[in-house]
């Protein structure tokens, strides 16, 4: 009878020990990504991966939601005080993983230390309007800026938060073994190395919405195909880039979830508007010396002969959404005014002739074939469109590496490229890409066209500078509506994201920054 | 003996000379790295000040020059993109490809050469023809499908392996090392096959076809007509004597898998040396590029010089010749 009890007692106790063990793998989260970070310094990198990594680790001065519209983080508000002054609270009551409190010393000193310590993807784009940070006291920050800055709250979704003692020097070996590696996030590093598995722990203390998550394991696994089957084989409960063969696949099959959300990229053609082309158009076989691209009757055929529904339904696999301007219509500056993109090969055909070419030219066409999802397919794709406006053009999609330094060398006469609008406004996007490239005034530095429109440079640095939210915006909508109907460049498609995980096991809002935050993923209900 | 040890030591300097001035070169020819690693909203003077500080506003000499010097103190400087000393960025990764490397040269060994010594001694039997069947194979299939065909059967269909990534690992001298648990060996098989594969294919070839040619010499006639049992015959006089290729080629297979497993490594997500190399010249962080491709270097005039020493112990007549 007595061995009967134990045997029972033994039951039960093996039942509630295989509970504890079921309970515990629920709260285990086990990520496979694309990218991880480059170190644990959240001062090293403006990577998309480094700075998606760290939010779990290290909290940003101010935060954005899953639209990258700014609230509050550990800045509860910021209001400017004067033209060349904001004014930040800091929250109280916010814990450093070993206990101490955020103050806005630590802010200060994170806003001082990015110069000293980081690397060739530099973050000093997101402190260089900063003159001079001034603690008024331990919640209240105030920064002066070089000029009227309207725009620093947007720079600071990306300031990083470290304690104030960890000092000066970049050290990214003891971030990454963890002991200078203390911030105010969601959660604790565990362990990192790079290019491995990044694995962390719930923090207790933390002052947001308690995470769900106990452990969270992010294991990076670059190769499409390995991501993919790290989820199939259950060694993963999600994934993040699910590329599109795959989702097709995946949409008849009842063993993975998918998530889809818009992204921020959007695949955009640029002309060289030089005098003289650096690869010269032929008609009939012959260079001209001309460039065509400078008529804007020119710009507008090859508009024309995009059939962007074609580019989202066929090329796409649906992913997308046909893209009227450079940046998603309802970020900031964005119009809500321009048209769809219309699709007329007729159209397209007469405006040529018009322009002096009926029988089309030749040009060649270059792209990058492993930056975005789908970027060499659109690129192809374009090809054989304008050539049913009668148009010759030869696509060739190639490396980012090989792709990046000749485009900055403007060895192109025409080629795409995507553009994110990370800052979810258009003073980011505008001020790079279609303001002269003037170094004066830091504007235009990936304006490779050489565009050049005296009127709308003087716009955006008006906008720029204006403090006011609700002018400022007008402001963008003009320079948006000038920019895109003059075809300084030719928007296409903005891509969607792809995120799968095991079937039930989570609820998961896509978030158009595609940041793929585990605090932000909760267990199904 | 010391002689052709410094011999060997000159070649390889120079080699590595030579290597280093490509590498700097080609990716000279490509671009400025920042031009691939800046964020799109630097503004120009940003780009400037970068380019300055990492010197590559200098001549192409000048910045090889200063490289060279760094070298020669054993500094071969930090990562662009990790900004960790390189040397123990790759030394890091070092033990991963090691094990996988092993681990495959081993599957390699122990079941091609016995495969194509049968296929050798019995050239016109069924079992021969399915053995050469299979070594055709081994070699002609790429090895990215045959990986992503092991990972749908085994991980994904049957769930039997894991599909990717490398098991928990101990420290054994220093080395970290994954396959004395059961689970590692489970992450491990899977990789070590797939790269096993194409060597396994050559290795039945060369061992078949030294096979074929030495049971017909003269020696082995004279054996079998000794009376010699044919185990012998077999073991000690012809075994000895196809050795020789099959190290040859055992030593060069050993060399360019460690250097280039990157296509398993990165099929499998193991986190070895291939895919640190591969992501480098992605974003041309040549301090990385430049110290792998040194190592690499090394690496080879290393298996080369151990093969040469092994073919003295195979065959005394080359060591009487290093000799001379």
Request: net charge negative; no cysteine; charged share 15%.
């Given at each position: 009878m007595k061995s009967f009890a134990l045997a029972g007692a033994?039951?039960?106790?093996?039942?509630?020990?295989?509970?504890?063990?079921?309970?515990?793998?629920?709260?285990?989260?086990?990520?496979?990504?694309?990218?991880?970070?480059?170190?644990?310094?959240?001062?090293?990198?403006?990577?998309?991966?480094h700075a998606e990594a760290l939010r779990h680790i290290f909290d940003t001065l101010v935060g954005v939601d899953e639209d990258l519209q700014l609230v509050p983080a550990l800045a509860t508000s910021w209001t400017p005080v004067d033209d060349t002054t904001w004014e930040f609270k800091i929250r109280e009551g916010v814990k450093f993983?070993?206990?101490?409190?955020?103050?806005?010393?630590?802010?200060?000193?994170?806003?001082?230390?990015?110069?000293?310590?980081?690397?060739?993807?530099?973050?000093?784009?997101?402190?260089?309007?900063?003159?001079?940070?001034?603690?008024?006291?331990?919640?209240?920050?105030?920064?002066?800026?070089?000029?009227?800055?309207?725009?620093?709250?947007?720079?600071?979704?990306?300031?990083?938060?470290?304690?104030?003692?960890?000092?000066?020097?970049?050290?990214?070996?003891?971030?990454?073994?963890?002991?200078?590696?203390?911030?105010?996030?969601?959660?604790?590093?565990?362990?990192?190395?790079?290019k491995g598995d990044l694995v962390l722990e719930r923090f207790e203390d933390y002052w947001g919405e308690e995470p769900h998550w106990e452990t969270v394991i992010r294991k990076e696994i670059p190769n499409d195909p390995a991501r993919v089957a790290a989820l199939k084989s259950g060694q993963v409960d999600m994934i993040n880039y699910v590329p599109a063969t795959d989702y097709a696949a995946m949409q008849r099959d009842s063993s993975v979830e998918t998530f889809i959300g818009d992204s921020v990229y959007i695949l955009d053609i640029y002309f060289s508007f030089a005098d003289q082309l650096p690869m010269k158009v032929r008609v009939d076989g012959q260079e001209i010396d001309e460039n065509p691209f400078q008529d804007a009757r020119v710009r507008e055929a090859f508009d024309l002969a995009i059939n962007r529904d074609a580019l989202v339904r066929v090329v796409l696999e649906g992913l997308g959404k046909p893209a009227n301007q450079l940046m998603p219509p309802h970020f900031f500056g964005g119009s809500m005014d321009l048209p769809e993109r219309e699709y007329d090969l007729e159209r397209a055909k007469e405006l040529l002739a018009e322009a002096g070419y009926p029988n089309g030219f030749e040009v060649d066409f270059r792209c990058t074939n492993n930056r975005l999802p789908g970027d060499a397919a659109v690129c192809e794709a374009l090809g054989q469109m304008w050539a049913r406006a009668g148009l010759t053009v030869n696509a060739e999609a190639q490396n980012g590496t090989v792709f990046f330094p000749a485009v900055s060398r403007k060895e192109y006469s025409m080629w795409m490229s995507g553009w994110g609008t990370l800052t979810g406004e258009a003073s980011y996007t505008y001020g790079s890409l279609v303001h002269t490239n003037d170094p004066e005034v830091g504007l235009g530095a990936f304006n490779r066209a050489d565009y050049s429109n005296p009127e709308l440079d003087a716009l955006i640095q008006e906008a720029a500078a204006e403090l006011d939210d609700d002018r400022r915006a007008e402001l963008f909508e003009e320079v948006t509506e000038i920019s895109m109907n003059e075809r300084i460049l030719i928007p296409t498609v903005q891509l969607q994201t792809v995120w799968a995980a095991k079937p039930d096991m989570l609820e998961f809002t896509p978030r158009i920054d595609q940041e793929t935050l585990a605090h932000h993923i909760s267990p199904a209900q | 003996m010391i002689g052709f040890l410094i011999q060997r030591l000159i070649q390889a300097i120079a080699v590595v000379f030579v290597m280093s001035l490509i590498v700097f070169v080609g990716v000279y020819a490509i671009g400025n790295p920042i031009d691939v690693l800046i964020d799109p909203a630097a503004d120009q003077?940003?780009?400037?000040?970068?380019?300055?500080?990492?010197?590559?506003?200098?001549?192409?000499?000048?910045?090889?020059?200063?490289?060279?010097?760094?070298?020669?103190?054993?500094?071969?400087?930090?990562?662009?993109?990790?900004?960790?000393?390189?040397?123990?960025?790759?030394?890091?990764?070092?033990?991963?490809?090691?094990?996988?490397?092993?681990?495959?040269?081993?599957?390699?060994?122990?079941?091609?050469?016995?495969?194509?010594?049968?296929?050798?001694?019995?050239?016109?039997?069924?079992?021969?023809?399915?053995?050469?069947?299979?070594?055709?194979?081994?070699?002609?299939?790429?090895?990215?499908?045959?990986?992503?065909?092991?990972?749908?059967?085994?991980?994904?269909?049957?769930?039997?392996?894991?599909?990717?990534?490398?098991?928990?690992?101990?420290?054994?001298?220093?080395?970290?090392?994954?396959?004395?648990?059961?689970?590692?060996?489970?992450?491990?098989?899977?990789?070590?096959?797939?790269?096993?594969?194409?060597?396994?294919?050559?290795?039945?070839?060369?061992?078949?076809?030294?096979?074929?040619?030495?049971?017909?010499?003269?020696?082995?006639?004279?054996?079998?007509?000794?009376?010699?049992?044919?185990?012998?015959?077999?073991?000690?006089?012809?075994?000895?004597?196809?050795?020789?290729?099959?190290?040859?080629?055992?030593?060069?297979?050993f060399g360019s898998t460690l250097a280039f497993a990157v296509v398993t490594e990165t099929i499998f997500n193991w986190p070895g040396m291939g895919k640190l190399i591969i992501d480098s010249i992605m974003l041309l962080d040549r301090p990385v590029m430049v110290a792998y491709l040194i190592l690499v270097v090394i690496l080879f005039v290393t298996i080369n010089l151990v093969v040469d020493l092994t073919y003295g112990q195979l065959d005394p007549r080359i060591r009487t010749k290093g000799a001379a």
């Open positions: 033994l039951a039960a106790g093996l039942m509630a020990a295989t509970a504890l063990s079921t309970s515990a793998q629920a709260q285990t989260l086990t990520i496979g990504v694309r990218a991880g970070p480059e170190s644990i310094d959240p001062h090293w990198s403006t990577l998309g991966s993983h070993d206990g101490t409190e955020l103050t806005a010393h630590d802010v200060k000193f994170s806003i001082e230390r990015i110069p000293v310590v980081t690397g060739p993807m530099s973050m000093t784009i997101y402190t260089k309007r900063v003159a001079e940070a001034i603690v008024v006291d331990d919640y209240t920050l105030h920064v002066r800026t070089n000029g009227p800055a309207p725009t620093l709250p947007n720079d600071f979704i990306r300031l990083f938060v470290v304690q104030d003692d960890i000092g000066m020097e970049p050290r990214n070996e003891e971030f990454n073994s963890g002991e200078a590696a203390i911030g105010t996030g969601p959660y604790r590093l565990v362990s990192w190395e790079p | 003077a940003l780009r400037e000040a970068l380019i300055r500080q990492y010197g590559f506003d200098q001549p192409l000499p000048v910045q090889y020059v200063t490289f060279l010097g760094n070298m020669l103190t054993g500094d071969f400087g930090e990562s662009f993109v990790y900004r960790l000393p390189v040397l123990d960025l790759i030394l890091s990764r070092l033990p991963a490809t090691l094990e996988l490397a092993l681990s495959a040269m081993l599957i390699a060994t122990l079941v091609g050469i016995p495969l194509g010594i049968w296929a050798g001694y019995k050239p016109d039997s069924l079992s021969a023809k399915l053995i050469m069947g299979f070594s055709v194979l081994g070699f002609s299939v790429p090895t990215f499908w045959v990986g992503l065909l092991l990972i749908m059967v085994f991980a994904v269909e049957l769930g039997w392996l894991p599909s990717g990534g490398r098991g928990p690992t101990q420290e054994v001298m220093g080395v970290d090392v994954s396959i004395l648990t059961g689970e590692g060996l489970s992450h491990i098989l899977l990789p070590a096959f797939n790269l096993a594969l194409f060597k396994l294919g050559l290795l039945i070839r060369l061992a078949r076809a030294g096979m074929v040619e030495v049971m017909s010499s003269d020696f082995v006639r004279f054996a079998r007509a000794q009376g010699l049992p044919e185990r012998q015959v077999v073991s000690l006089h012809v075994l000895k004597n196809i050795a020789i290729p099959i190290v040859t080629v055992f030593g060069l297979e």
